[in-house]
């Protein structure tokens, strides 16, 4: 059974025109984890277009690349995009309740944050209030602001790319701390890592990324102190 046609059963499971932010309340078992964790992605997503006031084309084609969608499920999956948007309820509850399913597994939770990212610079640009609404879910998942830097660094145009930054080390950091700060991210980011922890085999593409942004800090780094 396909991602798309779990969320179809969990959208099913809302009655009496309960809004969408109400389904992360139904999924609480760990096969719905991937379930949530796709619908989170998709309705920050469209509580973040709102946040900047426009959905251009090239947003709609980073859903694509983050979940490989197929042409088939493009309606399922526009339909979720569609729901959030029309929900009065605000970007802080969803993030709220998406905080409380996923409880302390702040890994996953940073997983969905990268998503968010890359959803955000899709089109070109990083606009001021995209800023400040990833910064404000990653508040509300209680993502420590050195791992949101830590993320904005890969993905936001004037972060510079800093490799320390990258893998989250200080430039005094010693050597061997730096390498061990490396290995957890690599150990982190592995499709399998990942899938347990929550993420659709669906969206795991976004670990090839990750992966060429750690291992280029990680050789930088390694440049810098040769």
């Known amino acids: 059974m396909s991602i798309w046609t779990r969320i179809a059963e969990a959208l099913r499971a809302l009655t009496n025109g309960e809004p969408l932010s109400v389904v992360f309340d139904h999924l609480r078992g760990p096969r719905e984890r991937s379930v949530a964790f796709t619908i989170a992605v998709i309705a920050l997503g469209a ?4 946040a900047d006031g426009q959905v251009t084309r090239n947003e ?10 197929p042409a088939e499920d493009e309606a399922g999956a526009a339909r979720v995009f569609n729901m ?5 309820t605000g970007f802080e509850d969803y993030a709220a309740r998406i905080a409380r399913m996923f409880g302390a597994d702040n890994q996953v939770l940073c997983d969905l944050m990268e998503g968010l990212f890359h959803i955000a610079v899709a089109d070109g640009t990083y606009h001021e209030a995209e800023d400040a ?3 404000r879910v990653a508040e509300i998942f209680g993502i420590p602001p050195h791992r949101f830097a830590h993320l904005r660094a890969r ?3 004037d972060a510079g790319q800093d490799p320390y930054t990258v893998l989250g080390v200080s430039p005094d950091a010693p050597m061997s701390e ?5 290995s957890q991210a690599v150990r982190e980011s592995h499709p399998d890592q990942m899938i347990a922890r929550g ?3 669906e ?3 976004m670990a090839e990324r990750r992966m060429v942004d750690i291992n280029r800090a990680w050789d930088e780094i390694q440049r810098i102190g040769a």
Do not use: N
């Not at 509580?47 to 709102?50: H, L, R, S």
């Not at 959030?84 to 009065?88: E, F, K, L, N, P």
């Open 203 to 205: 969206a795991v593409k």
């Open 133 to 135: 609404f990833l910064a």
């Open 199 to 201: 993420v659709p085999a």
């Open 47 to 50: 509580k973040m277009a709102k």
């Open 178 to 182: 730096i390498r061990a700060a490396w």
């Open 60 to 69: 709609v084609t980073a859903f694509r690349e983050v979940f490989q969608i």
């Open 155 to 157: 993905f936001v145009p």
């Open 84 to 88: 959030a948007r029309q929900d009065v």
